[in-house]
């Protein structure tokens, strides 16, 4: 079984936040990871969302072309992505001309089908500037939730997708006049209502397995019927409509941008034999998973599915694995309100496993949590350090310094016959089959628990004690305290690069078929590594750095 695996193509308006990363990104990454581990093969696609109105406003506002604006961040998302170890097979661009080709052929084929149809739409027009204000050219208050600052498209505070013309107190964007009248325009209408039935017939089938908090909000958009939608726009970028009839019109952002995982695949596998349709998109031996965050539910749950089906181009989404809401301290990131953390110095000043480690244990999976720097310390401290860091330097240190011509295999072989062999077969077994449900927080759980298990038993065993009275048990102790911190340094190589391969280095070149064998709790390489002397390769040092606690107090007070 193949997997393609894609991550929400993150818009190239802004930067990338911690709310992204792991309500979206790191997760995927881990997933991706875990499953090449365990010898499946599998693709991450994404690459950088790249029309729309907003965009459309800020490269104005930053006086550059709408292309200069959108390569912009896609590299710099994708350097923000690298600095975070978050890999991908391939990330695009959806103003690529091979995205406008596959596109193309979606509109077609839907259009001739009959799913796309023309229909007269009520559109919000400013009085004063003369322009129609399409989704974010107007802002208002939300008439589901009653925020402020609601946009044409969605809200941001409840997630609904919002009619503009429904907004309470609209304003316009371009000049902030409050004069605004509803227009009819000619625009052109994905026919969701048409296949209402059909879409029903698949969610039903496939929604048993999704998390509650998908299945029921998709469930109460489309139990009833289903809303058709605008997929046209009188802008000046994006790809244009082909039809004569539609001249100047481009198609809207989100009906282009989730065809970019198609696109992005066709690209990625342009030069090899396999071809990016039959032997993925539609293959039977092909499992689909989209990551996405709660605001992009109803496009990976309706809108993508739906035009995934009638159009019959490739096989809906799988697996939907939608996360809810990363804040900072309660409320919900803003660069422009000062209520953010730039994650390029965070990296920088934290490194990368402190943050995938804390993002993990934020990931939003059924609730919505919050980023504090208090909880970061505390984690990193109390967890990371004292628990994994603290158990792998006091065993590989008493290692070293007491043998460190190495250790004979006969003091490791004898561990394949305990009981804690056996505890932890079956629990390297249970973190997998955790996250192959993409259950990727509570495997984290699951591993520091092992790491628990490790430390409780070398400090049961004192080996200090040990090597007073009988050396041989004491390098026994070691030994087996060695293969729990190996297969530590295995487990977490989904999780946290940097510390996963520092373990790795102690015990000299660890190829990549030893660590999956570990990593799915075979252990068949491992007994023949251990079958010769083990020498460690260097000598051990603090693996995890304290998070000091003057440096948060001041991170706190520049957040307040």
């Known amino acids: 079984m193949k997997h393609l695996v894609t991550s929400a193509l993150p818009y190239a308006n802004g930067p990338i936040h911690f709310g992204h990363i792991a309500g979206v990104y790191l997760p995927a990454d881990i997933y991706t990871k875990h499953l090449k581990l365990t010898g499946k093969r599998c693709l991450h696609i994404s690459g950088s969302d790249e029309h729309g109105v907003a965009i459309m406003q800020n490269a104005a506002k930053a006086k550059m072309s709408y292309q200069d604006y959108v390569n912009k961040w896609n590299k710099e998302h994708l350097a923000v992505f690298n600095k975070y170890g978050i890999e991908f097979d391939f990330f695009g661009q959806t103003s690529a001309k091979y995205h406008?080709?596959?596109?193309?052929?979606?509109?077609?084929?839907?259009?001739?089908?009959?799913?796309?149809?023309?229909?007269?739409?009520?559109?919000?027009?400013?009085?004063d500037c003369h322009n129609y204000l399409p989704d974010r050219y107007v802002e208002g208050t939300c008439y589901e939730c009653g925020y402020e600052e609601a946009r044409g498209d969605e809200c941001p505070k409840c997630g609904v997708w919002v009619d503009a013309v429904k907004l309470k107190n609209p304003v316009c964007k371009f000049c902030e006049s409050k004069n605004i009248e509803i227009k009819s325009v000619d625009q052109w209408y994905l026919m969701l209502s048409k296949y209402h039935k059909e879409f029903r017939a698949w969610f039903e089938q496939v929604s048993p397995e999704w998390k509650k908090t998908v299945s029921s909000f998709i469930n109460s958009l489309t139990k009833d019927e289903m809303v058709d939608r605008a997929i046209t726009r009188d802008l000046d970028w994006g790809i244009d409509v082909p039809l004569t009839e539609a001249k100047g019109k481009k198609l809207y952002v989100w009906f282009d941008a989730p065809i970019g995982y198609v696109s992005n695949t066709k690209e990625f596998l342009?030069?090899?034999?396999?071809?990016?349709?039959?032997?993925?998109?539609?293959?039977?031996?092909?499992?689909?998973t989209n990551f996405v965050g709660k605001d992009n539910v109803i496009f990976h749950g309706i809108i993508f599915p739906m035009m995934s089906l009638a159009s019959g181009r490739v096989k809906a989404v799988e697996s939907l694995p939608a996360n809810q809401y990363v804040n900072l301290v309660g409320k919900q990131f803003s660069k422009s309100k000062g209520h953010y953390i730039d994650a390029d110095k965070a990296v920088a000043e934290f490194g990368v496993d402190a943050l995938r480690y804390y993002l993990t244990t934020l990931i939003p999976e059924n609730n919505d949590s919050s980023y504090t720097w208090e909880q970061f310390e505390a984690r990193i401290n109390n967890e990371l350090a004292n628990n994994i860091g603290n158990f792998v330097n006091r065993c590989l240190t008493f290692f070293y310094k007491n043998w460190k011509d190495g250790i004979e295999p006969k003091h490791f072989q004898r561990f394949f016959a305990t009981k804690e062999f056996t505890e932890l077969t079956v629990s390297v077994k249970e973190i997998n089959e955790t996250l192959d449900k993409v259950q990727t927080k509570k495997a984290l759980e699951q591993i520091m628990h092992l790491g628990q298990t490790a430390n409780t038993f070398f400090s049961d065993r004192a080996p200090w004690a040990q090597i007073k009275e009988d050396d041989a048990l004491a390098q026994e102790t070691i030994a087996h305290s060695a293969i729990y911190a190996l297969t530590l340094a295995c487990l977490f190589t989904p999780y946290l690069p940097v510390l996963s391969k520092s373990i790795k280095d102690y015990f000299g070149k660890i190829d990549q078929d030893l660590v999956e064998d570990i990593y799915r709790g075979e252990f068949k390489l491992l007994k023949e590594f251990v079958s010769k002397k083990i020498v460690l390769q260097k000598k051990p040092k603090g693996l995890v750095q304290k998070i000091d606690h003057d440096r948060i107090k001041e991170l706190e007070s520049e957040l307040s």
């Open 100 to 127: 406008a080709e596959e596109v193309l052929q979606w509109f077609n084929i839907l259009y001739e089908k009959g799913f796309i149809e023309k229909k007269a739409q009520d559109q919000l027009q400013c009085q």
């Open 270 to 288: 342009k030069d090899s034999d396999e071809d990016y349709l039959t032997d993925w998109w539609q293959s039977k031996d092909c499992t689909i």
